[in-house]
């Protein structure tokens, strides 16, 4: 049976480890999928094109849920249940195909950002999360600087960097006291991430990308 389903911005989908009835495909709206880690959570992927789907995989092994499913945004999804999933794959073999070929996709991503969270210390994710946050989300300001609120900053890290709350807090506090983020004593709680630090991480980016590659 399919349903259609609105989820508001920030809603859970689904949590890692539960049972799993449901996959879902997305009709309007951005869903990301996250992983625990020993550290935090771990961004696997962002659901952002009509018609992708996602929650399959536990349906097909009969495990529970391998990662974390929430709406970013206000969402409109279609959740097939386990009976039409299963008759929907013994009856179209093109869609069975494009099921195996997603997963081994989806399989083969996820090991390859588990792997770049391994071999990155913490701080430089910190880092490097703060810079993308800012580029992301926040507002420009003179010289290359970005503008963000840190508690929407914090909340985002803890959710994309493989950082635990309390060690965001401590690199986030070193930057401050080394004026790589300035905060902004006319406005609590707000943040100003220099112009000196986004050229600075873009060029860690890059130098990463090239030892990659």
Same mark, same amino acid.
């Given at each position: 049976?399919?349903?259609? #389903?609105?989820?508001? +911005?920030?809603?859970?989908?689904?949590? $890692?480890? $539960?049972?799993?009835?449901?996959?879902?495909?997305?009709?309007? @709206?951005?869903?990301?999928l /996250?992983?625990r880690?020993?550290?935090?959570?771990?961004?696997l992927?962002?659901?952002?094109?009509?018609n992708?789907?996602?929650?399959?995989?536990?349906?097909?092994?009969?495990?529970?849920r391998?990662a974390?499913?929430?709406?970013?945004?206000?969402?409109?999804?279609?959740?097939?249940?386990?009976?039409?999933?299963?008759?929907?794959?013994?009856?179209?073999?093109?869609?069975?195909?494009? #099921?195996?070929?997603?997963?081994?996709? +989806?399989?083969?991503?996820?090991?390859e950002?588990?792997?770049?969270?391994?071999?990155?210390?913490?701080?430089?994710?910190?880092?490097?999360?703060?810079?993308?946050?800012?580029?992301?989300?926040?507002?420009?300001?003179?010289?290359?600087?970005?503008?963000?609120?840190? @508690?929407?900053?914090?909340?985002?890290?803890?959710?994309?960097?493989?950082?635990?709350?309390?060690y965001? $807090? /401590?690199?986030?506090? @070193?930057?401050?006291? @080394?004026? +790589?983020?300035?905060?902004v004593?006319?406005?609590?709680?707000?943040?100003?991430?220099?112009?000196d630090f986004?050229?600075?991480?873009?060029?860690?980016? +890059?130098?990463y $990308?090239?030892?990659?590659?």
């Open positions: 049976m399919e349903s259609l #389903i609105f989820v508001d +911005r920030g809603s859970l989908i689904f949590e $890692e480890g $539960e049972r799993a009835d449901h996959m879902y495909i997305l009709k309007e @709206g951005v869903v990301e /996250t992983k880690t020993a550290e935090g959570e771990a961004r992927k962002t659901i952002n094109r009509a992708e789907y996602f929650g399959e995989m536990a349906l097909v092994d009969g495990k529970p391998s974390t499913a929430r709406a970013l945004e206000r969402s409109t999804l279609i959740a097939v249940d386990g009976a039409s999933f299963e008759r929907l794959v013994a009856a179209n073999g093109e869609f069975a195909l494009k #099921i195996i070929r997603t997963l081994s996709l +989806r399989i083969r991503n996820s090991n950002i588990l792997g770049e969270i391994l071999e990155t210390s913490p701080h430089e994710r910190v880092a490097a999360g703060i810079a993308e946050y800012a580029s992301r989300h926040g507002e420009a300001a003179s010289g290359g600087a970005r503008y963000v609120k840190a @508690g929407e900053l914090a909340l985002w890290l803890q959710g994309h960097v493989g950082a635990a709350r309390e965001i $807090e /401590t690199v986030v506090a @070193g930057l401050v006291a @080394g004026k +790589r983020i300035l905060r004593p006319a406005e609590k709680g707000s943040l100003i991430v220099t112009g986004m050229r600075e991480r873009r060029r860690a980016a +890059r130098r $990308e090239a030892k990659r590659n």
